[in-house]
């Protein structure tokens, strides 16, 4: 088959030249953390690293990404050996600057071989479509801003999931997809809102026969359940050892925090709190009481600690038991037909399930949702009729994350940029449906597409020049609601398509 | 950066015109390069799916985009004079002087405080300062506010400033740029798709980045400018032509560098193929008028300020002072007439911007003299002699092309012509500065749009112009460390285009003689070699103490001879182009050296 111009390691080096010129663009405090874990783990013994709390950035991922930043300390103390000082807090030379964007460029070539995987394992017609995908996900507005910009390493964790979907494509690497996904879950918790659906697609296509449910295949029931033991003891096992796991988990899962990030992510709780704020006017011709504490909170949806006026309060409990009964609909049907497909399908809707309805959700996390689905959207174009709302909300809730004036016509151009570019191509290939497109979904998208241009222009423009500085969280709130609307548009439309294809 | 192309739409470009209304005088029929199953070089890779289906309007927004977001990343970084006082750098220079036109009366721009960067462009680059300043104080006053904002390093000032070079490019490079590329792609029976790419290739030229965006002026509205001149001689429009070039020239004096060109080839076309006594007359009235309303403003607001009672030189209490040029001037006119003033305030600014005063060459650049001064020491000579000499000099580079260019008034010549001209100006003339540079690159770069524009000859020459050009500005970045964005910017150029040091591909084509082959890359190799061993040095070791200068002078040396090389090649294809030489020496002499 003739090579497809461009290919994935052409448009690595262009992105790459942005993206070291974008250097000395502006970085969040996710920098600061970072070089405060470069310098927790390689000045202090393995057992301080869950109990140091100098920088009030103290380590909260598990213990496979502290080695893996011990492993880039090893490298940093050549390029500026005071960055890895404990008390060094916000330290930010030139040296530190360079070395700590490199490593993210670096490390994102995990992302670039996986793509390459999943353009390698599609066969024949729908080759040409995998590598737009590919594509597609490696320029990602998403991962610019929130890598290169806002600073993590979000490309090499996408990598090691998009490596591990792509080996769950064989029969032959289903026990190594299951590996590498544990391992994954050992360097950034966030996926185990994955985890469901990678347990039941295992569980059936693996550990139980794939002619009957019922005969179980007990030597790959041993060697998935041992090396996911192994896995797990390699991460956490030497801290077990001196009893820290309790102090770990408290690091990892902090319940203290509220319903709502500091901006919010545009879930079913930004559209909930937005009611919330529209019935505060209300309440008075509707009849209803307005809790008055709730009232006198001036941080209201800015900081942590959401309080509802007049909608009841969303306790922790009420997200999980909403999580987990949107997670359990479509692995139901995974576990009936596990195909490829609907593995990735049933990935998707378990990131849709816990960004819409998850505890203290990131606006970040929204990759979780982007990333699987871009793999599956060009299958035809109802799947694409789904993902294009959730393309355009995605990316523009997160525009927040960047509010200084250097940044903003990087974050808006590129992110034009790859919108227009992506959805013509994917338009372009995406093939037609057998089955019939829903009654006006289609100019639902368009309609939405088309409303993004006033709220950027407004947001990004407008308000600052009629309101000044007051009254920021309209906007914010705009573009969260605006995006919200989209994420469960696209949600929606995406689970007709599941469970009708 | 698109994905893959077959679609199940219909393409919505209209069919593609066959032949070529305007190709009246083009030498042979437009060859049209065999469509290549794969891409040559990985520009070309990025592009491949936008081949044949894509219309243009979808392409061009897409460009353009990139275009701007690799202008705005590169300025993230500093600028010329960051936080260097006493005096800064070109960023201050072009700040001050928006201060300095909003803030005093007209009269004053020229004569105010010339120690601290004393506007010395001509009168279009002030009234633009003039335009950016108010639009700033608006946002915020105390950016140019009189001498208490010299200086300044406010952040936001930064991005408003590089804001104002990105407008500015957008609104006069950009679209000529684009409209240049469809006419003379068009005009060389170009594909579309074809012509897509060389417009990325000159819109990515490094050069113009590094110097407009990073370290800060605003060249590109000048080129902008002569590229519109040049558009319109295409479009056979030659009064709008003479208009656009007296406003390059009134932005930036370099223009010059041009003109020769710019002259010859509208005299050529008023004379050849018959005499055309209306257009010449017409081009001449348009010209004069040009300047006139160029002047206009500041002759009115001279005259008005005049008027008010407000002096031109407030420190002189109504002293007359003779005239900065030509003093004797003043034994002809009335120097109590109400012109007068107008008179003073011409004569000064053209005093301002032909600095004749200062030195043969400043700092160091890589032009024939500079390289000269390293073996014979040129200061131990008279100024005036070697005035004289400069101006022989680069007269003996120029007249060659330009008498092709009017012997010879053809359209696909002009990029030639005028890059042969602006290398003569840049090698041999008087008052160079390693800026400068951009003049012979911008024409060069052109070529890539016309007739076998991408073929791995031009790639290789022009590559090659561009490459050593960034280099011999590399001591210029260096000193206000901008080694990365200079880095990033000119290895993703070569890497698009296939250039050394990324890959050797635009070299070892078949077709052409084993001679002409090894000849160019041997050459090319010397000098590839040289820049990268000097970068290995300059980065290494220090120069020894008693020739502090060792690193910039081996790179002006370098420079120097690689230009020349530059200018041969283009005297020898436009010699060869033209036709002008006999068919017999074609086919030996000079085919050797330029194909």
Redesign the interface.
């Known amino acids: 088959m003739a090579?497809?111009?461009?290919?994935l390691a052409?448009?690595a080096?262009?992105a790459a030249?942005?993206k070291?010129?974008?250097?000395?663009?502006y970085k969040s405090t996710d920098f600061e953390v970072h070089r405060n874990w470069l310098a927790i783990t390689h000045s202090l013994p393995l057992w301080d690293w869950y109990y140091e709390k100098t920088s009030e950035w103290t380590l909260d991922y598990p213990p496979f990404f502290a080695y893996f930043e011990w492993i880039m300390s090893q490298v940093a103390q050549l390029a500026d050996p005071a960055m890895l000082r404990l008390y060094n807090l916000e330290y930010d030379s030139w040296q530190t600057v360079y070395f700590q964007r490199f490593t993210v460029i670096i490390t994102e070539l995990v992302l670039v071989y996986a793509l390459q995987m999943f353009v390698d394992s599609s066969r024949g017609a729908s080759k040409?479509?995998a590598?737009?995908a590919a594509?597609?996900i490696l320029?990602s507005p998403g991962l610019l801003i929130i890598d290169h910009i806002h600073f993590q390493y979000n490309g090499c964790m996408y990598g090691i999931l998009i490596a591990s979907l792509v080996l769950a494509r064989k029969r032959s690497t289903l026990l190594l997809s299951g590996l590498l996904f544990a391992a994954l879950l050992c360097m950034k918790h966030i996926y185990s809102y994955l985890a469901p659906a990678y347990f039941v697609f295992l569980l059936r296509t693996y550990c139980l026969s794939p002619k009957s449910i019922f005969r179980i295949q007990f030597l790959n029931c041993l060697k998935l359940g041992g090396g996911v033991a192994a896995i797990l003891g390699t991460a956490f096992g030497p801290f077990a050892l001196k009893g820290q796991i309790p102090q770990i988990l408290s690091r990892l899962f902090p319940f203290s925090r509220g319903l709502c990030h500091a901006y919010w992510a545009p879930n079913v709780w930004a559209i909930y709190s937005f009611m919330d704020r529209a019935l505060i006017v209300l309440a008075p011709q509707l009849g209803l009481s307005v809790k008055a504490g709730a009232l006198q909170s001036v941080t209201r949806g800015l900081v942590g600690d959401t309080a509802f006026a007049v909608l009841p309060d969303i306790t922790p409990r009420i997200c999980f038991a909403l999580t987990l009964l949107f997670q359990a609909i479509p692995l139901v049907k995974l576990f009936f037909s596990p195909t490829w497909d609907s593995f990735i399908g049933a990935v998707t809707m378990c990131g849709y399930a816990s960004f819409l309805f998850g505890w203290h959700v990131h606006e970040k996390a929204i990759l979780l949702v982007i990333i699987p689905f871009s793999l599956i959207a060009l299958k035809d174009r109802r799947y694409l009729g789904a993902f294009r709302p959730l393309a355009v909300a995605g990316h523009v809730s997160l525009f927040p994350l960047l509010f200084t004036?250097?940044e903003f016509?990087?974050k808006t151009?590129?992110t034009?940029?790859w919108l227009?570019?992506?959805l013509?191509?994917?338009d372009?290939?995406a093939?037609?449906s057998s089955r019939p497109r829903f009654f006006l979904f289609d100019r639902f998208s368009t309609l939405y597409i088309t409303v993004s241009i006033p709220l950027i222009l407004y947001c990004s423009l407008i308000h600052g020049i009629v309101f000044g500085k007051s009254y920021e969280f309209l906007p914010l709130m705009f573009t969260s609601s605006y995006s919200a609307i989209g994420v469960v548009g696209s949600w929606v439309g995406f689970m007709v398509v599941y469970f009708s294809s | 950066?698109?994905?893959?192309?077959?679609?199940?739409?219909k393409p919505r470009r209209k069919p593609k015109r066959t032949g070529n209304g305007t190709s009246s005088n083009l030498p042979s029929a437009p060859t049209r390069e065999p469509h290549a199953r794969?891409?040559a070089f990985?520009l070309e890779?990025?592009l491949?799916?936008a081949r044949g289906?894509v219309s243009q309007w979808?392409m061009l927004?897409?460009i353009l985009?990139?275009a701007?977001?690799?202008r705005?990343?590169?300025g993230?970084?500093g600028y010329s004079g960051f936080e260097k006082p006493p005096l800064f750098g070109d960023y201050e220079a072009q700040r001050h002087w928006m201060e300095v036109t909003t803030q005093l009366p007209i009269s004053q721009w020229y004569f105010h405080d010339l120690q601290w960067w004393g506007l010395d462009y001509p009168p279009l680059t002030a009234y633009h300062s003039w335009l950016c300043g108010k639009i700033g104080s608006i946002i915020n006053p105390s950016w140019f506010a009189l001498y208490s904002s010299r200086g300044s390093s406010d952040?936001?000032l930064k991005?408003f400033m590089r804001g104002t070079v990105v407008v500015s490019e957008y609104l006069i490079y950009i679209p000529a740029v684009v409209i240049f590329v469809r006419r003379f792609s068009r005009l060389s029976g170009v594909p579309t798709w074809t012509a897509s790419v060389a417009l990325v290739a000159i819109l990515m030229q490094p050069a113009t980045i590094l110097i407009d965006h990073v370290h800060f002026q605003y060249n590109t509205v000048m080129l902008g400018l002569v590229l519109a001149s040049i558009s319109s001689m295409l479009a056979g429009r030659y009064l709008w032509s003479s208009v656009f070039f007296v406003g390059a020239l009134g932005f930036k004096q370099m223009a010059l560098y041009y003109a020769i060109s710019v002259f010859f080839y509208l005299l050529g076309k008023c004379l050849f193929p018959r005499t055309n006594i209306t257009r010449l007359f017409g081009v001449a009235a348009v010209t004069a008028a040009s300047f006139a309303i160029l002047l206009l403003p500041l002759a009115i607001g001279t005259l008005y300020d005049v008027s008010r009672g407000i002096e031109a030189r407030p420190g002189l209490k109504g002293a007359r002072v003779p005239l900065a040029l030509f003093p004797e001037l003043a034994n002809y006119l009335d120097t109590d007439a109400f012109y007068y003033p107008v008179v003073e305030q011409v004569v000064q600014m053209v005093h301002r911007v032909f600095p004749f005063a200062r030195g043969l060459f400043e700092d160091k650049v890589a032009n024939f003299w500079c390289a000269l001064n390293v073996v014979f020491k040129l200061k131990k000579y008279p100024s005036e002699l070697l005035q004289q000499g400069a101006l022989l000099a680069t007269l003996a580079a120029t007249v060659p092309p330009n008498l092709i260019l009017f012997f010879r008034p053809r359209k696909h010549l002009l990029p030639l012509a005028f890059a042969a001209t602006a290398w003569g100006f840049f090698l041999f003339s008087y008052q160079v500065h390693e800026k400068s540079v951009l003049l012979p690159l911008m024409p060069m770069t052109l070529l890539l749009s016309g007739n076998k524009g991408l073929s791995k000859n031009t790639r290789a020459w022009v590559g090659f112009a561009n490459m050593l050009g960034c280099w011999t500005m590399y001591p210029l970045l260096q000193r206000v460390d901008l080694r990365?964005?200079y880095a990033?910017?000119t290895?993703?150029w070569a890497?698009?285009l296939g250039l050394p040091p990324t890959s050797l591909s635009a070299y070892f084509q078949s077709g052409s003689s084993l001679w002409a082959r090894w000849g160019t890359v041997f050459i090319h190799g010397c000098f590839y070699l040289a820049m990268g061993l000097w970068h290995v040095l300059e980065n290494s070791l220090k120069p020894p103490l008693d020739k502090p200068d060792l690193w910039v002078v081996i790179n002006v040396g370098v420079g120097a001879a690689g230009f020349s090389l530059c200018y041969l090649w283009c005297l020898g294809r436009l010699a060869v182009e033209s036709e002008i030489l006999p068919k017999s020496w074609i086919g030996k002499g000079s085919k050797a050296k330029t194909q």
């Not at chain 2, 950066?1 to 739409?9: D, Q, R, T």
């Open positions: 090579e497809i111009y461009p290919s052409q448009c080096v262009v030249a942005l070291i010129l974008l250097f000395p663009a040409r479509a590598q737009a594509i597609s320029l004036p250097a016509p990087i151009i590129y034009i940029f227009v570019l992506f013509m191509v994917f372009h290939l093939p037609a | 950066m698109a994905g893959p192309s077959p679609s199940p739409h794969t891409p990985p890779a990025i491949w799916p289906s979808e927004p897409l985009m990139v701007g977001l690799f705005w990343a590169a993230l970084w952040p936001i991005i990365m964005p990033v910017l290895l993703l890497y698009l």
